[in-house]
Structures are given as structure tokens and as C-alpha cells.
């Protein structure tokens, strides 16, 4: 099992910055990748960013050029720094972690309210 927490959401002005933090805990060997996704009111989760095991990473085309993704292997965190946020940026983020075999499974984290005001 992995046990993810997430934390830094909140609220901010339009053009401003958030950090979010993932603390990943339990079976990390079997993780694949880890992302964020994010989900606002009325609408579907979606993919924000994602990062393999290997270090490769992808955006969803909303968010390139201000968001970036990164990961600290000794910590067993990501993050996600988000630059220049639109009040459209504005959504539950939940930290997701991904498991290749046996077969697929995504773990979720709590998720953490991400606010941007006009």
C-alpha cells in the first residue's frame, strides 16, 4: 500500500504562486509515476503533470510554461509549482501515484483546495 498526503494549497491572486507538496509513504519500490490532478466544480478529474521513475516529464497543455513538476527520491515527495495562476487553475489537486505490475493501480491522495481569485 502507498499513503499519500498532500499539502499548500489555498488561496491567492490572479498571477501569483502556490507550491504543493506530495509525501509519499508505504510500498514506494512499486511506484511508476506520480502526477497531480485536479478537479473543479461540475467538471471531471484531470491530468496536470506526471513524472516517471526515470524523470520524464508531462504537462497538460494548460499548464506548460507555468507549472513544473519535480521530485525529491530522498524525501519520497513531488511537487508542484504553479506560477502565474488563472482563476481557471482553480480545483481540488490530488496527488496521484501509479503502480505498472502486477497490473495498474493509482493510489490517491486527501487532495488539497487550490483557489485563484480574479
Known amino acids: 500500500q502507498v499513503q499519500l498526503v498532500e499539502s499548500g494549497g489555498g488561496l491567492v491572486q490572479a498571477g501569483g504562486s502556490l507550491r504543493l507538496s506530495c509525501a509519499a509513504s508505504?510500498?514506494?519500490?512499486?511506484?511508476?509515476?506520480m502526477g497531480w490532478y485536479r478537479q473543479a466544480p461540475g467538471k471531471q478529474r484531470e491530468l496536470v503533470a506526471t513524472?516517471?521513475?526515470?524523470?520524464?516529464?508531462n504537462y497538460t497543455d494548460s499548464v506548460k510554461g507555468r507549472f513544473t513538476i519535480s521530485r525529491d527520491i530522498a524525501k519520497n515527495a513531488v511537487y508542484l509549482q504553479m506560477n502565474s495562476l488563472k482563476p481557471e487553475d482553480t480545483a481540488v489537486y490530488y496527488c496521484n501515484a501509479v503502480r505498472v505490475l502486477p497490473l495498474r493501480y493509482d493510489y490517491w491522495g486527501q487532495g488539497t483546495q487550490v483557489t485563484v481569485s480574479s
Open positions: 513524472i516517471t521513475s526515470g524523470g520524464s516529464t
Open positions: 508505504g510500498t514506494i519500490f512499486s511506484i511508476n509515476a
